[in-house]
T-cell receptor, first 113, second 109 residues
């Protein structure tokens, strides 16, 4: 099964702080995704990418930047963190977009004080 | 853009029951239709998907798809306590999928 890892697993920061969440997949998948999950909501897409150097805007991009540095690595950046960004963040990868299984990492729980 | 609605929001059933979960979507161009399952404290995991109109069965799980009515559903036969989880439907469009808010299923022993 495809392996997706995320770091850190838990993060606490203060309002206005900088946070970088990391994701690595080891199956050479083309697509990588960043989601957030809040109580009462499913998974909301922040950003996604179909290859190194590519970035696509998702449904809830405000306050987030992302960068795909290699086929394996996808980063989510919060440059001025706000309490509204307190959430559970999942990274996922798939080979061919919507027609292919997405494999999820274990998640990063972020608390912005 | 895609509007995805799931019903019911939550469901409690006894062990051995047949369970039905529903999903409606708005974009008739969607081609692939997914169900993901998320156990408490875990990451979501793909359960099964369907491409063509009709029915697909895998073990105790069956998906029905009706593209004309913009509806697909998941049916679980002989529900088990281990089926207790959040079920997320997700139709695709433009190389991505759109998740609904989920149905929380509890199967009581």
């Amino acid at each position: 099964e495809a392996a997706v890892t995320q770091s850190p697993r838990n993060k606490v920061t203060v309002t206005g702080g900088n946070v970088t969440l990391s994701c690595r997949q080891t199956n050479s998948h083309n697509y990588m995704y960043w989601y957030r999950q809040d109580t009462g909501h499913g998974l909301r897409l922040i950003h996604y990418s179909y290859g190194a150097g590519n970035l696509q805007i998702g449904d809830v991009p405000d306050g987030y930047k992302a960068t795909r540095t290699t086929q394996e690595d996808f980063f989510l950046l919060l440059e001025l963190a706000s309490p509204s960004q307190t959430s559970l963040y999942f990274c996922a990868s798939s080979d061919w977009g919507g027609q292919d299984t997405q494999y999820f990492g274990p998640g990063t729980r972020l608390l912005v004080l | 853009q895609q509007n995805v609605q799931q019903s019911p929001e939550s469901l409690i059933v006894p062990e051995g029951a047949r369970t039905s979960l529903n999903c409606t979507f708005s974009d008739s161009a969607s081609q692939y239709f997914w169900w993901y399952r998320q156990h408490s404290g875990k990451a979501p995991k793909a359960l099964m998907s369907i491409f063509s109109n009709g029915e697909k069965e895998e073990g105790r799980f069956t998906i029905h798809l009706n593209k004309a009515s913009l509806h697909f559903s998941l049916h679980i036969r002989d529900s088990q306590p281990s089926d207790s989880a959040l079920y997320l439907c997700a139709p695709d469009n433009n190389n991505r999928i759109f998740f609904g808010d989920g149905t929380q299923l509890v199967v009581k022993p």
